[in-house]
């Protein structure tokens, strides 16, 4: 089995800091040619717009070039292949995968299948750890990831952003406030592994309370079709909405990311004040995921060495904190 | 009171020896060939049955006994299903229901062999993920594969948690 990305549980602390200093570095050298004769299978069954151009955008910075599945209204999908026959096949014809798929567990499975590196790009609710990594690298960047209090609020049940950012936070000294109505905390998975982890975390339903303490927010959309109706969407999606009046309690130094695409949950006017980093963090991701490319094409894997809790740990069925 | 010369007599009549002809305690008789289920928690001898898949349409001839008073449970159940002996998928999911089961196999009234169950530290295709999301639900060529978690068990896929309770894990347990 190669060196795959599936989840941020895989993600020790020596991990992160090895590809977001890397990223650190390529962000500052901008190379072009690092990995020319690469080629990046882009296996997306689901519409993205940042993951699948930020990708693209690191392998041909790095000098390689991206071969897109495309839409699977034109593939052989359509026929009933499988996801296991797909990846075996463009695994044939590239250096490494990126996946995303509408199936939770799909990039475990896919890897499965596939001898070069696999990285998951968000499948189903379950995870997201390219998006985890940018924004472990963003909050480094502005606050630092140690002796930090993070809010993450919205959809906490079904957002992969935030199990993986979860997880992930588990290995600095964090504390995490988990913002959401009742119907959207996290799952009893991700709750399962906080709890091995001995994360510090406090479950709230409303934000005003906790802001003042807050070194980041993370906000994630409500989805609308999480609700069984239009009115009950509204009226508790209001209640998870921000503006610049709403910050006026914060630090002055907090940090406002979102992984975006953002709907109504952030107001514009945010976008004028100091504390927003949402774009900031999006533009992060071509600088991980080159890292990430590069390291992953490279052939000494993604992860660290490490004592223990390591990817091939992982890759041989143990379970990791 | 719940002495051990009552848990003593079922156990002898597991084993096929003899009853004695004065169990009161029993109510059920040893079998020829098949297996005998011992130690199973209080209350969950059907949960094992629904696990098993034996719902008595396929004509099997099963003795439950149910609440029999025990020294190491207080109380247990104890099955006994006639020419039939357990698989090695059947014993996992076993030991995830109930964990200090005994199994007898009987052949010609004689215990041809005793064994306690073992939990696995994961368990293949005995069971499917409730996730109705989970890449295991679609046509992929891939076994569902738990986990065995002190309390539950976890799909190595999604992630998902079933519960340690038999209710939880008869309902999907694919077995047989």
Redesign the interface.
């Known amino acids: 089995m190669g060196q795959h990305l599936i989840s941020a549980k895989q993600l020790s602390r020596a991990d992160i800091e090895r590809v977001l200093d890397h990223a650190a570095a390529l962000d500052r050298d901008s190379p072009t040619d690092r990995r020319s004769g690469t080629l990046l299978g882009l296996c997306f069954f689901e519409p993205s717009t940042r993951t699948r151009l930020s990708f693209e955008a690191a392998i041909k910075r790095l000098g390689g070039d991206a071969l897109d599945m495309g839409a699977i209204e034109a593939s052989s999908v359509t026929k009933g292949e499988t996801l296991a026959d797909t990846v075996r096949v463009l695994a044939g014809y590239a250096d490494a995968l990126v996946l995303r798929h509408p199936s939770e567990g799909a990039a475990r499975m896919a890897s499965e299948f596939v001898s070069v590196p696999l990285i998951n790009a968000g499948d189903g609710a379950g995870q997201h750890p390219t998006q985890t990594l940018l924004d472990l690298y963003t909050i480094r960047e502005n606050v630092g990831l140690d002796d930090l209090s993070i809010g993450i609020m919205g959809d906490l049940k079904y957002g992969r952003t935030v199990h993986s950012l979860s997880l992930a936070l588990t290995n600095f000294d964090t504390t995490q406030h988990l913002i959401s109505p009742e119907s959207l905390r996290l799952p009893r998975g991700v709750r399962y592994d906080l709890e091995a982890a001995g994360a510090s975390v406090q479950e709230h339903t409303d934000l005003d309370p906790v802001l003042p303490d807050l070194d980041v927010l993370y906000v994630t959309r409500i989805q609308r079709e999480r609700f069984p109706d239009d009115a009950e969407y509204r009226a508790i999606a209001g209640e998870y909405r921000i503006d610049a009046t709403a910050l006026d309690d914060a630090k002055e130094g907090l940090i406002v990311m979102h992984p975006l695409p953002r709907v109504e949950e952030i107001a514009p006017d945010v976008d004028e004040t100091p504390h927003a980093r949402y774009f900031e963090q999006a533009k992060n991701g071509v600088a991980v995921r080159m890292a990430l490319l590069d390291l992953a094409l490279g052939g000494g894997g993604i992860f660290a060495e490490r004592e223990t809790g390591s990817l091939a740990d992982w890759n041989e069925g143990e379970d990791s904190p | 009171m719940n002495g051990p010369d009552r848990d003593d007599r079922s156990e002898r009549d597991d084993r096929g020896e003899t009853d004695g002809g004065h169990d009161h305690e029993l109510r059920v008789t040893k079998i020829r060939d098949g297996t005998v289920i011992d130690h199973v928690p209080g209350g969950l001898a059907l949960t094992v049955l629904g696990v098993l898949g034996i719902d008595g349409s396929a004509g099997e001839v099963v003795s439950v006994g149910m609440n029999v008073p025990s020294d190491r449970l207080d109380r247990k159940d104890v099955l006994k299903i006639e020419n039939r002996e357990l698989t090695r998928d059947e014993l996992d999911v076993l030991s995830l229901i109930a964990p200090a089961a005994t199994i007898n196999i009987v052949r010609e009234y004689n215990v041809a062999g005793k064994h306690r169950v073992e939990r696995p530290?994961?368990v293949s295709g005995v069971l499917s993920c409730p996730?109705p999301?989970?890449?295991?639900?679609?046509?992929?060529?891939?076994v569902p594969t738990f986990?065995v978690?002190e309390e539950g068990v976890?799909?190595?896929?999604?992630?998902?948690?079933l519960g340690a309770e038999g209710a939880d894990l008869s309902e999907h347990a694919d077995i047989g």
């Open positions: 530290e994961q996730n999301d989970c890449i295991t639900a679609g046509n992929e060529p891939v986990d978690l976890r799909c190595v896929y999604c992630g998902t948690i």
